[in-house]
């Protein structure tokens, strides 16, 4: 099982990195990009001794306690089997 990990700064962050992005993106006459918002990716690849609600649950924690700051980041996941 793997689990994709993805890590964004939350709204209320200035993300100077996606503004440069999107204004670069709108010099370049880019069109229909009205925001970019850049993050971090990982995949977890898991050894299976986890039932899904378990590794559910240890995902969740390993985002939230190691692969964030959650003062000034979110995070989403998905298994995949």
Same mark, same amino acid.
Do not use: C
């Given at each position: =099982?793997?689990?994709?990990?993805?890590?964004?700064?939350?709204?209320?962050?200035?993300?100077? /990195?996606?503004?440069?992005?999107?204004?670069?993106?709108?010099? =370049?006459?880019? /069109?229909?990009?009205?925001?970019?918002?850049?993050?971090?990716?990982?995949?977890?690849?898991?050894?299976?001794?986890?039932?899904?609600?378990?590794?559910?649950?240890?995902?969740?924690?390993?985002?939230?306690?190691?692969?964030?700051?959650?003062?000034?980041?979110?995070?989403?996941?998905?298994?995949?089997?």
């Amino acid at each position: =099982m793997k689990a994709h990990v993805y890590v964004t700064l939350k709204r209320t962050v200035l993300d100077a /990195q996606g503004q440069t992005i999107a204004d670069a993106l709108r010099r =370049m006459q880019y /069109q229909g990009v009205a925001d970019v918002r850049q993050g971090k990716y990982f995949v977890l690849s898991l050894d299976g001794s986890l039932n899904a609600a378990d590794a559910e649950a240890e995902v969740a924690r390993i985002a939230r306690e190691v692969l964030t700051n959650p003062v000034i980041e979110d995070y989403s996941f998905r298994l995949e089997a």
